[in-house]
């Protein structure tokens, strides 16, 4: 079956310090991979996405990810975070054999303590 | 703003009844997709319109029904509502080039309804 797997619930981490949020997911066929955020009150919002070519890809805010296919993942990065990162943020993953949909991993929220 | 509207942004219903909630699309968008978020959650997906009609459907209900008009708007119907159906409901809207081609665009999403079943 389709899923998508993050491995962290909740993070809670010190301005400046790295972030990596672990994304993994089981799809057959070619996949279109992306990280949302969900800011407290607002609307969930694209952050980053990869469809093909470099799988290094850079989004909004400093935040990158990179696309390993040989591990099925798609962690999402950020060298040092900032206050304002303090949010939910959603794996996602689309087409594979159901090109229709797009699913989403259950979200880590992240805690960025002053 | 994504330009996606919902509506209505709260409403309150006991168990059994039935809800029409509305999304508006954002313009030049074609599909429009619904997803159910309980809380502490992710999204999960319960189906998509395109050129209306139903274009992929996740693991939900028949009770759990949709329309797509031809301004490509939509309303998400469910019936018999159950309490395990209090959650917050997203519409988004995305752009499907050809059909039963990949999604490759991203999706925009509503700020979404908030059921509560009593």
Same mark, same amino acid.
């Given at each position: #079956?389709q899923?998508?797997?993050?491995?962290?619930?909740?993070v809670?981490?010190?301005?400046? #310090? %790295?972030?990596?949020?672990?994304?993994n997911?089981?799809?057959?066929?070619t996949?279109?991979l992306?990280?949302?955020?969900q800011?407290p009150?607002?609307h969930?919002q694209?952050?980053?996405?990869?469809? $093909?070519? /470099? !799988?290094l890809?850079?989004?909004i805010?400093?935040?990158e990810?990179?696309f390993?296919?040989?591990?099925?993942?798609?962690?999402l990065r950020?060298? %040092?975070v900032q206050? %304002? /990162?303090? +949010?939910?943020?959603f794996? +996602?993953? %689309?087409g594979g054999y159901?090109?229709? /949909?797009?699913?989403?991993? +259950?979200?880590?929220?992240l805690t960025?303590k !002053? | 703003?994504?330009?996606?509207?919902?509506?209505?942004?709260?409403?309150?219903?006991?168990?059994g009844?039935?809800?029409?909630?509305? *999304?508006?699309s954002q313009?030049?968008h074609?599909?429009?997709?619904?997803?159910?978020q #309980?809380l502490g959650?992710g !999204?999960?997906?319960?189906?998509q319109?395109?050129?209306e009609?139903?274009?992929?459907?996740?693991?939900?209900?028949?009770?759990?029904?949709?329309?797509?008009f !031809?301004?490509y708007?939509?309303e998400l119907?469910v019936?018999?509502?159950?309490?395990?159906?209090s +959650?917050?409901?997203? *519409?988004?809207s $995305?752009k499907?080039a050809?059909?039963?081609?990949?999604n490759?665009g991203?999706l925009?999403f509503?700020e979404?309804s908030?059921?509560?079943?009593?």
């Amino acid at each position: #079956a389709q899923s998508v797997s993050q491995h962290n619930h909740h993070v809670i981490l010190s301005e400046a #310090a %790295s972030l990596e949020l672990g994304c993994n997911y089981s799809y057959g066929g070619t996949v279109n991979l992306f990280w949302y955020v969900q800011y407290p009150g607002q609307h969930l919002q694209l952050l980053l996405k990869y469809f $093909s070519g /470099d !799988p290094l890809v850079k989004g909004i805010k400093g935040f990158e990810a990179e696309f390993i296919k040989s591990k099925f993942s798609f962690n999402l990065r950020k060298p %040092s975070v900032q206050w %304002s /990162d303090t +949010a939910e943020y959603f794996c +996602a993953v %689309s087409g594979g054999y159901n090109n229709n /949909d797009m699913r989403f991993g +259950a979200g880590t929220r992240l805690t960025v303590k !002053p | 703003e994504t330009g996606v509207t919902q509506s209505p942004t709260h409403l309150i219903k006991t168990r059994g009844q039935q809800v029409t909630l509305r *999304c508006s699309s954002q313009s030049g968008h074609n599909t429009v997709s619904w997803y159910q978020q #309980a809380l502490g959650q992710g !999204p999960q997906f319960i189906f998509q319109y395109y050129r209306e009609e139903e274009n992929g459907r996740g693991n939900f209900p028949p009770r759990f029904s949709g329309l797509q008009f !031809p301004n490509y708007s939509s309303e998400l119907n469910v019936n018999a509502l159950e309490l395990d159906d209090s +959650a917050l409901y997203l *519409c988004a809207s $995305s752009k499907l080039a050809g059909g039963w081609g990949s999604n490759t665009g991203e999706l925009f999403f509503g700020e979404g309804s908030r059921l509560t079943v009593l």
